[in-house]
Every structure is written in C-alpha cells, then in structure tokens.
C-alpha cells in the first residue's frame, strides 16, 4: 500500500527542546516537502528537497532543519530558536509528469504542541 | 511567480453545483492549474488538474478559457462531505520546483 507516512500523529515539546518529526514515502518521488499550517490558515513551505542530500529553504525555514540521507525520508527538526512551533505540520512528495506539471501527495500530518 | 486569488468562502446546499474561481493573471505559458481539497487535521488531497479548456474525472470538473487567467473548479451535487477547504494552485515555479498555497476557499454545505 504506497503512501506517505508521518509520525508521531501528536508530539508535544518542552521549552528549549528539539523534536524531529518523521516522513517516510515508498512512491519512489524524488521530492519532498515540509509544510506549517496554524490554524484557519494556508499551508506555508519550510523546507523542499529536490534530490537525495540536497534541499532549500522555503519561505518560513528560520528556526527548523531537515536532512535527505535517503530518498524515502524527509524528517524535520523543530529547534529551540523556533519560538512558537505550536501547529499542524504537513509533509508532501511529488513526481514531475513533465515542466511544470505536478502533483503533491500529503502525509496525514503531525499536530505539535508546546508544554 | 504565478499568484493565486479565490473566494475566501462559499455556502452550499446539498444537492447543489458549487463553482469555485480562481484568479492566476501571471500564469505562466508552461503552469498547469491544480486543485487540493482538505479536511480538518488532515493532508490536502488532490482532485484535479488541468492546462487547457475543460478537464473532467469522477469527482469534479474544471473549466480554463482560453487565456488562462482564471479557471473555474465545478463540483456536482455536493453532499455534506464535500465540506472542506479547496486549493487552487499554479505551477510549479520554474525555478524552485516548489508550490504555492495560499488561504483556500472553505466550502460549507449545509443540508
């Protein structure tokens, strides 16, 4: 069964911790993101990564980190400089069908909450 | 960058078409047009997606005039699980293979 996978469903984190936040895709996409959504809100981008050991930033990166040793796993690290984690964060994979033309497929995201 | 704009929100009832619009002056000559729908506490999932003219699967339709500068997401005869909230979104940039969502439209139907 393909999919995306993210865990926990719910984390919870203590001022000045880091937490990691785990996605996981066996659809074989080369891309990956991570979104924030607070709430009644859009989703806005984190971090994206095109290729295995390579990613950018995307518009709201400050206070969070990623790595892609593998190209099923995309985890994100919310660090102690992010001072208000507190939101629904949603991770995607794509594949490209040609320029310009593309479709993201979401995990069912993980609900962070601050202690 | 190709902008998107749409309602904020919509009210519907069941049984009825809802048609969503969607600005995108500054598309670009290679963006296609996708829409996202999404439940509370839940991921976006994708309806559909097109270029030109019209495209139609099991679940919606979506209508683009010729100068592709707005597109119309068509969902026939809502029932109360349609009640979510719709994305309509362009690309992706050229540059940084990234997409952009912005606020949505909340459909709301009511029985």
């Known amino acids: 069964d393909g999919g995306i996978t993210q865990s926990p469903k719910y984390l919870f984190r203590k001022e000045g911790q880091n937490v990691t936040l785990s996605c996981e895709q066996n659809?074989?996409?080369?891309?990956m993101y991570w979104y924030r959504q607070d709430p009644g809100q859009g989703l806005r981008l984190i971090y994206y990564s095109q290729i295995v050991n390579d990613f950018q930033k995307g518009d709201i990166a400050e206070g969070y980190s990623v790595s892609r040793e593998k190209k099923e796993s995309f985890p994100l690290t919310v660090t102690s400089a992010q001072k208000n984690p507190t939101a629904f964060y949603l991770c995607?994979?794509?594949?490209?069908?040609?320029?310009?033309?593309?479709?993201?497929?979401f995990g069912p995201g993980t609900r962070l909450l601050v202690l | 960058l190709a902008k998107t704009t749409q309602p904020i929100s919509m009210d519907s009832y069941e049984g009825q078409e809802v048609n969503i619009t969607c600005s995108h002056n500054n598309i670009a000559t290679n963006d296609y047009i996708t829409w996202y729908q999404q439940f509370p506490s839940q991921g976006p999932r994708f309806i559909i997606q097109?270029?030109?003219t019209k495209v139609t699967n099991e679940v919606a339709s979506l209508f683009i005039p010729a100068d592709r500068k707005s597109s119309t997401l068509s969902l026939p005869r809502v029932s109360l699980s349609d009640t979510a909230v719709y994305y309509c979104l362009v690309g992706p940039e050229a540059a940084g293979n990234k997409l952009t969502f912005g606020g949505g439209t909340r459909v709301l139907v009511k029985p």
């Open positions: 659809l074989n996409h080369d891309a």
């Open positions: 995607a994979s794509s594949s490209r069908g040609g320029v310009n033309k593309e479709t993201q497929y």
């Open positions: 097109g270029y030109k």
